[in-house]
């Protein structure tokens, strides 16, 4: 499965920013798949998302999730703070406290600014345009990309301007409430977090089973050597 979110680009405060950027026309999303217990053994081999970034981008252990047309990954500009709001409604006890451990342990190991900004009732995860990015719960009803042992998507939308570069200009972040916990509580929901704030600044999933960043958590919780080398990448790219 491939999830996308349509965005129509909701920039109307961005006044002079879109004479010369294009907002690309969609949120770009990666999934987790919770692989659940042996005896689920025909589940573990059904539910592998195939996005594993884009292909032949990235380096040992990682790969971007999307790149400009000159090969660069996109991700978010050097100095800009990434903004997270967080919706509250089905989530689990002691959110806030998981929330901002996550985002603290990702905002050191990446080298950028993550910050979570305040709480929303802001449920529309599928139009993200300009602006801060969306986190929140939610079941496969409201957000059919989280169908079968889906623990979470999540991705940002890009402007892309005419000399091909490109940066993140928003996002969004949604753990799904019936695949965290319960029969799956082998997987860490702090680990889902992060890995889709991964998404969010930019790296795709990686083949090597070892690294949070693969399409399948099987008991992974802490980014490994290719995870770091990725963030590491993302950051020189936003940066030089």
Do not use: K
Not at 198 to 216: I, S, Y
């Amino acid at each position: 499965m491939t999830p996308s979110t349509t965005d129509r680009g909701r920039g109307g405060s961005c006044g002079g920013v879109l004479g010369t950027l294009v907002v690309v026309g969609a949120v770009i999303v990666g999934t987790l798949v919770v692989s659940p217990d042996l005896q689920l053994s025909d589940l573990r081999d059904a539910a592998v998302d195939p996005l594993h970034g884009e292909p032949g981008s990235g380096g040992d252990g990682y790969t971007f999730l999307q790149t400009t047309a000159r090969g660069e990954p996109l991700t978010w500009p050097c100095e800009e703070t990434v903004e997270i709001v967080v919706n509250p409604e089905g989530a689990p006890e002691g959110y806030a406290d998981m929330v901002g451990s996550a985002v603290a342990r990702l905002s050191t190991a990446s080298g950028f600014d993550l910050e979570v900004v305040g709480e929303t009732a802001d449920r529309d995860f599928a139009d993200r345009g300009f602006g801060p990015v969306l986190l929140g719960w939610a079941d496969e009803e409201e957000v059919p990309a989280l169908a079968g042992p889906v623990a979470g998507i999540g991705g940002s939308s890009y402007v892309q301007g005419p000399g091909g570069g490109g940066h993140a200009v928003g996002g969004m972040v949604v753990v799904d409430t019936e695949e965290t916990g319960g029969w799956f509580s082998r997987t860490d929901p702090e680990a889902v977090l992060v890995h889709e704030l991964v998404h969010v600044l930019g790296l795709g999933h990686t083949e090597d089973p070892t690294q949070l960043m693969a399409a399948r958590n099987d008991g992974q919780s802490e980014l490994g050597e290719g995870d770091l080398a990725g963030l590491a990448a993302l950051r020189e790219a936003a940066c030089s």
